[in-house]
């Protein structure tokens, strides 16, 4: 069974920074695209940020800010976090595609972890 579990979220304030973590078990883990979306307050979940063997992804929202990327050995994804802003405040999701093609589709998506509150005050 595949399974994610993401960690790391807390309260931070605005200029702060946060890591979070994915741990992957259940499946080849460095065979699949890693994602990190995130669904604030009213709104839909979006895409983050993404990595695929060692090419990455970002969303225009955070790049230069964010940064992905993966410890195969540990199967972990990890999310890097700087300059965090209010607008950032979410619950971050970790999840993974076996057919990628678009970093944008939920439903390229096939599993995915409880998510981790992140929390930017001003």
């Known amino acids: 069974q595949v399974q994610l579990v993401e960690s790391g979220g807390g309260l931070v304030q605005a200029g702060g920074s946060l890591r979070l973590s994915c741990v992957v078990s259940?499946?080849?883990?460095?065979?699949?695209?890693m994602g990190w979306f995130r669904r604030a307050p009213g709104k839909e979940r979006e895409f983050v940020a993404g990595?695929?063997?060692?090419?990455?992804y970002y969303a225009d929202s955070v790049k230069g800010r964010f940064t992905i990327s993966r410890d195969n050995a540990k199967s972990t994804v990890y999310l890097q976090m700087n300059s965090l802003k209010p607008e950032d405040t979410a619950v971050y999701y970790c999840?993974?595609?076996?057919?990628?093609?678009?970093?944008?589709?939920?439903?390229?998506?096939?599993?995915w972890g409880q998510g981790t509150q992140v929390t930017v005050s001003s």
């Open positions: 990595i695929r063997w060692s090419s990455t």
């Open positions: 999840a993974t595609s076996r057919t990628l093609t678009n970093w944008y589709s939920l439903r390229e998506f096939d599993y």
């Open positions: 259940g499946r080849t883990f460095s065979s699949y695209a």
